[in-house]
């Protein structure tokens, strides 16, 4: 799948990546080198982001997407684990470390470690229908 991907134009990809999203299909990777690792920034759309950990790139990342897809919040609430919501505008729908997105009413739940974390930043690019590739995370 991901060979064909690579043919697609950007319209194809974007679309294709969203449909296989919301079906279940997922692109992202664990990435286990990144536990342990510290996080100076993070490359997304060509910029870079300034971030201070794994979680700041969640956060940041969560908000960039908000701020450019107006129709955000069923993207956002698709994404979700097994047993365990990761985003929610209510905050006691988390046990233990929870941030909310600046500028909105959604909280999400941090209490991951990084490659987990990175995991979901991932497959928030794909419901967005943006390819995971896309984010760098710069160490320090």
């Known amino acids: ?7 697609m134009n950007a319209e194809e990809k ?35 982001h300034p971030a201070d950990s794994h979680k700041d790139v969640f956060v940041k990342l969560t908000q960039l997407l908000i701020r450019e897809y107006p129709g955000y919040k ?3 609430f698709s994404i979700q684990g097994r047993k365990k919501k990761y985003f929610s505008t209510n905050p006691s729908d988390f046990r233990h470390g929870y941030e ?26 794909q419901a967005f229908g943006i390819d995971p590739i896309a984010l760098t995370i710069i160490p320090k």
């Open 1 to 7: 799948l991901r060979n064909k991907l690579e043919e």
């Open 100 to 125: 909310r997105i600046p500028g909105t009413d959604i909280f999400v739940d941090t209490n991951e470690n990084a490659a987990q974390l990175n995991r979901r930043c991932q497959r928030l690019l």
């Open 14 to 48: 974007t679309k294709t990546l969203s449909i296989l999203a919301k079906i279940g299909v997922d692109f992202s990777t664990r990435k286990g080198e990144l536990t342990g690792i510290g996080v100076a920034a993070f490359i997304f759309r060509n910029r870079i």
């Open 74 to 76: 069923e993207v956002v």
